[in-house]
């Protein structure tokens, strides 16, 4: 049974950085595709970015949110810098078994979830 597990969440200002912690059991972590969703209150649930062989990032994330991956610990990292209100959510880290099924929202595990609170 495959486990993922999200930590790192919390209460920040605008601009401060986040790094989300996704740790990984049960699954072959080099063996599939890595991701992050988030969703606000309200809102459907965003892709925010995505690991396999490459990297590939939403407009909304680009250049601010740096996905990666530790297979020997396996663990999957999200770098978030630049952090705006519009960033709060609960964030979610996702396993597929390619990007673009990952991105489609072709999910096989998901996390519980972490808690990103970005205040103005």
């Known amino acids: 049974q495959a486990q993922l597990v999200e930590s790192g969440g919390g209460l920040v200002q605008a601009g401060a950085s986040l790094r989300l912690s996704c740790v990984v059991s049960g699954l072959t972590l080099r063996s599939y595709a890595m991701g992050w969703f988030r969703q606000a209150p309200g809102k459907e649930r965003e892709f925010v970015g995505g690991i396999s062989s490459s990297t590939y990032y939403p407009d909304s994330v680009k250049g601010r949110f740096t996905i990666s991956r530790d297979n020997a610990n396996n663990t999957v990292y999200l770098q978030m810098n630049s952090l705006k209100p519009e960033d709060t959510a609960v964030y979610y880290c996702?396993?597929?078994?390619?990007?673009?099924?990952?991105?489609?929202?072709?999910?096989?595990?998901w996390g519980q979830g972490t808690q990103v609170t970005v205040s103005s």
């Open positions: 996702a396993a597929s078994i390619g990007l673009l099924r990952l991105r489609s929202g072709e999910v096989y595990y």
